[in-house]
């Protein structure tokens, strides 16, 4: 099993910068792509950006130019870079990481909320 923990989340007004990060635990030897995703209410949870173990990135379109995601292999962790964040990016932000084995399994972190407001 691995576990997700994602944290760094909070209020924060339009146009200003956080930083979420997501440690992955127990059997992480295999981990491969990892990932965020974000859910406001009402809304399906939606791809945010990927990266993958040999550090290759891909973004939503809404996110491009102000995101960024990174990764420590080393640390298991994988950060989300969140600049001249906007109202619309208030959401739960999940951590989400591909285990490769003779199966895939993708595991899920617990959350972390975003509120984007003056």
């Known amino acids: 099993q691995v576990q997700l923990v994602e944290s760094g989340g909070g209020l924060v007004q339009p146009g200003g910068s956080l930083r979420l990060s997501c440690a992955a635990s127990?059997?992480?030897?295999?981990?491969?792509?990892m990932g965020w995703y974000r859910q406001a209410p009402g809304k399906q949870r939606e791809l945010v950006a990927v990266?993958?173990?040999?550090?290759?990135?891909g973004y939503a379109d809404s996110v491009k130019g102000r995101f960024t995601i990174s990764r420590d292999n080393a640390k298991n962790t994988v950060y989300l870079q969140m600049n001249s964040l906007k109202p619309e990016d208030t959401a739960v932000y999940y951590c989400n990481a591909e285990i490769q084995t003779w199966r895939i399994t993708v595991y899920w972190g617990q959350g972390t909320q975003v509120t984007v407001s003056s």
């Open positions: 127990g059997s992480t030897s295999n981990l491969n792509t």
């Open positions: 990266t993958t173990r040999g550090d290759s990135t």
